[in-house]
């Protein structure tokens, strides 16, 4: 079956940085997505690897090793508005999305 | 960027009533879009699949009869919850993909439903 792992929540403190994980078991892969989600909301878009590697854009970073199944999205100076849930997403063999269940993120003053 | 829209945001009927959920691409067409539902902690579940002009392709479990689905046009899509129960209460949540290489999703705001 495919499969997507992310912890279910994690807290942090406002200036420092977070990792969230997200590791994988897909029938075929063809791109890795994050997408931050706030309460009430829909989700929109953060990062998409498709290569090994890191991939900075701002204060959120995302890395891919294909190899492992296996990739983290990293957030630094965290804000509050960081507050939110972060959904990793897998892009199959048929090009079908396969959502994990969301990180919880906490961020605390 | 690419912006989705969806009408109503929010949304209370009565049980036994029918309703007709909106999803607009503004600014690109979209060769596919997506219908999702999510409780609330829980993370998206996809209900379907829709391409402009074909029918469209629903996830296992997912009663076609009950969540209908056009996607008449290629900047909108529509989903009807028909005889909407207390469990169909949930947020719907549709989003769209232009075709390209990027398989990037571009989500519509959502649309909350509570059925009484």
């Known amino acids: 079956g495919q499969n997507i792992d992310q912890p279910t929540e994690m807290t942090a403190t406002e200036g420092a940085i977070v990792q969230i994980n997200c590791t994988y078991q897909t029938s075929g892969f063809n791109g890795l997505f994050w997408y931050q989600q706030h309460a009430g909301e829909a989700p929109t878009f953060l990062s998409y690897?498709?290569l090994d590697g890191l991939e900075e854009k701002g204060r959120f970073s995302s890395f891919l090793s294909r190899s492992k199944g296996y990739s983290y999205l990293l957030l630094k100076e965290l804000q509050m508005k960081d507050s939110a849930s972060y959904l990793c997403?897998?892009?199959?063999?048929?090009?079908?999305?396969?959502w994990g269940a969301g990180t919880k993120l906490i961020i605390k003053p | 960027g690419a912006v989705v829209s969806q009408h109503p945001s929010r949304v209370i009927c009565k049980s036994g009533t029918s309703v007709k959920i909106e999803c607009r691409s503004l600014?690109?067409?979209?060769?596919?879009m997506f219908w999702y539902r999510q409780f609330p902690k829980q993370s998206l579940m996809l209900m379907a699949t829709?391409?402009?002009?074909?029918?469209?392709?629903?996830e296992q479990g997912v009663e076609k009869d009950k969540f209908l689905i056009n996607h008449a046009s290629l900047t909108l899509s529509t989903l009807t919850v028909t005889s909407a129960h207390p469990e169909d209460s949930s947020f719907y949540i549709c989003s769209a993909r232009d075709g390209s290489d990027s398989y990037e999703q571009y989500f519509g705001p959502g649309t909350r439903l509570t059925v009484t």
């Open positions: 600014d690109f067409q979209a060769t596919t």
């Open positions: 690897n498709v």
């Open positions: 829709s391409n402009e002009g074909s029918k469209a392709t629903y």
């Open positions: 997403a897998v892009l199959d063999s048929n090009y079908q999305l396969i």
